[in-house]
């Protein structure tokens, strides 16, 4: 054979990996907006064969068996409800979410960490209500000080967020990539402006 073998069998490197599923629940709604509920091509096509999912949109592209031809899924809608999670988990992602991504001291959109509001060396303790994003100079700046003893503000007061706001919060942090049969599903459901 004259040409490398993987170059005249291999159609496009890589290409199926960049065709991810939107996964919405039974009520069209998707999953969880941030992160994006996303399933690689191959989970969608094994919800799909499993029965598990209606497909609601497609890209052109398909996959074939010696016997199956099947499009990949672009959207998909679960047959049964999942119920949302109440309880929303502790975690720095979901604290930065809460913030926006944001200092709660300068507003800044730099590098973040977590500062604890009442210091913990004060008996502060590790709680929604007592943790904030912070860029690295305020976090610096506040130290193990009280905000009163810094001339430091808070831009809003820390608190435990439902399950609904940080869902809410995400949609406003869209991934890099939006194929164009997602857009319907992402935002029918937010409120119109007047």
């Not at 199926?16 to 969880?32: C, E, I």
């Not at 730099?110 to 904030?132: M, Y």
């Not at 994003?133 to 506040?142: D, E, Q, R």
């Not at 399950?163 to 164009?180: A, Q």
């Amino acid at each position: 054979m004259d040409g490398d073998f993987r170059h005249d069998f291999v159609r496009e490197k890589g290409v199926l990996k960049h065709h991810p599923a939107l996964v919405l629940n039974a009520d069209y709604r998707p999953l969880s907006y941030y992160p994006l509920s996303l399933w690689p091509w191959q989970e969608a096509i094994k919800a799909v064969w499993l029965d598990r999912v209606n497909i609601v949109a497609e890209y052109d592209f398909e996959v074939r068996s010696p016997s199956t031809r099947i499009k990949i899924p672009s959207v998909v809608v679960l047959k049964d409800y999942v119920k949302p999670q109440k309880r929303v988990a502790f975690t720095r992602f979901n604290l930065f979410l809460r913030d926006e991504f944001c200092c709660q001291y300068c507003g800044g959109r730099g590098d973040l960490t977590f500062d604890h509001v009442v210091p913990r060396a004060s008996g502060g303790i590790t709680s929604w209500e007592n943790v904030v994003a912070a860029c690295s100079p305020c976090n610096l700046k506040k130290g193990s000080k009280s905000l009163h003893r810094t001339g430091m503000h808070l831009r809003k007061p820390p608190r435990r967020p439902t399950s609904e706001e940080l869902r809410n919060m995400g949609r406003k942090f869209p991934p890099n990539h939006l194929h164009d049969s997602w857009l319907d599903f992402l935002y029918w459901d937010a409120e119109l402006d007047a």
